[in-house]
């Protein structure tokens, strides 16, 4: 009968409940599609009383033009005519030297000046320009490319010294190739590897936006650097330098990407901080048809703001930067001389290797609920068939 097949489904449906309830449905790299945790860029633009109202309308026309896909705000300062403290300490800040001038500050505090008093250029001129520089970039451009696609990408900025850029490039490329043979064992499969991606020694002045937002100084550029980006062009935890720049570190990041959210990790590595970047309706687009769900969907994003509100404890918070995350190593004699020898990753130590070993007090309330909640469905649907049953039985 069509009612016995009905609680044979259901009681399966209670059996796989718990089960279904236990894991975590998105992965850190799903997650860092989402704006979720957005880092804001702001653009401070300063003027005085010799700006007309028709190039300030200008300017304000041209943000919402040029920025409105970005994760940049602006803001406009008047300084004759807005004289408050805000308006003075943020000039003391960034100390502007002159007026027009354009301050760029980072989500942490750091910052870069643009003049706008170019000889030979009007204000709406040189306005136009900045705003072209700051998202036109080529080479940010093919970062994000490689994202709507990729696992991730791994960016490595070449330094003064070529022996040590040589040595560099060899790290990244054996932890990409290492983490590579562990993609189909992960807690979601994905199927392009993480790509490689080097900024010349040449090319350096003109991303300084860029490094900056990695938290790259001037100073820093001298010395090769690698920075793992995933998702909506977050960085996942900081640029790496000097003796941090391993393959068994850059696999250890790059490991972390593609694990479930509830992994142990504090909530600043999941939600990483995300580089300047204009972000179009295409790409989402695009985002959307490779992950077979919209990050942006309210519901979607709900959920995944639910499950990030629950907090690890903090005596079992991972460590990324560690030199053993997944619980093995790798011999380098062994690796260059029996590459068909590494030992694999299966999905269950992937797995094992995220989970806490003393569930949270929150997360144990979240999964008690949602187990309340299917089993009140449960028994819900068993009344209203035995209730159909017996209507029929009374019918015959």
Not at 305 to 313: D, N
Request: with cysteine; aromatic share 8%; glycine share 6%.
């Amino acid at each position: 009968m069509d009612y016995k097949r009905l609680l044979l489904l259901i009681a399966l449906f209670c059996f796989c409940n718990p089960l279904i309830t236990y894991a975590c449905r998105y992965t850190i790299r799903e997650i860092g599609y989402s704006d979720i945790g957005a880092s804001t860029h702001y653009l401070y633009i300063f003027i005085n009383s010799e700006s007309s109202e028709k190039e300030i309308s200008t300017i304000k026309n041209l943000s919402h033009a040029l920025l409105n896909e970005t994760n940049v705000h602006l803001t406009l300062f008047n300084v004759d005519e807005e004289k408050t403290d805000l308006v003075a300490d943020k000039m003391d800040r960034y100390q502007i030297q002159s007026i027009p001038s354009a301050a760029f500050v980072f989500p942490e505090g750091d910052h870069l000046i643009f003049p706008l008093d170019h000889q030979g250029r009007s204000l709406n001129e040189s306005v136009w320009k900045l705003f072209e520089d700051l998202f036109n970039s080529p080479f940010r451009h093919s970062i994000k490319e490689e994202l709507i696609q990729a696992y991730g990408v791994v960016l490595v900025v070449e330094g003064v010294n070529k022996q040590e850029n040589k040595y560099v490039l060899l790290e990244a490329k054996e932890a990409v190739r290492a983490i590579s043979r562990t993609l189909d064992q992960m807690p979601k499969v994905v199927d392009s590897p993480p790509v490689i991606i080097v900024l010349p020694r040449d090319n350096i002045q003109e991303e300084r936006l860029l490094l900056r937002s990695l938290g790259i100084n001037d100073r820093e550029t001298k010395k090769p650097s690698v920075a793992i980006l995933y998702g909506r062009g977050r960085i996942m935890g900081s640029a790496l330098q000097d003796d941090m720049i391993t393959r068994d570190v850059i696999k250890n990041l790059l490991t972390v990407v593609g694990a479930d959210c509830e992994c142990g990790l504090d909530h600043s590595w999941i939600l990483g901080r995300m580089i300047p970047m204009r972000w179009e309706t295409r790409v989402q687009s695009d985002i959307t048809k490779n992950l077979g769900f919209d990050v942006e969907n309210p519901q979607v994003k709900s959920e995944m703001s639910q499950i990030l509100s629950l907090k690890p404890t903090p005596d079992n918070q991972l460590d990324p930067m560690g030199s053993n995350l997944l619980g093995y190593s790798e011999g380098k004699l062994e690796i260059k001389r029996n590459p068909e020898n590494i030992a694999k990753v299966s999905s269950a130590d992937v797995r094992n290797s995220f989970f806490q070993k003393k569930t949270s007090k929150n997360s144990l309330v979240f999964n008690t609920i949602l187990i309340g909640l299917g089993g009140i469905l449960l028994i819900v649907l068993i009344l209203f068939l035995f209730i159909q049953y017996k209507q029929r039985r009374m019918l015959r």
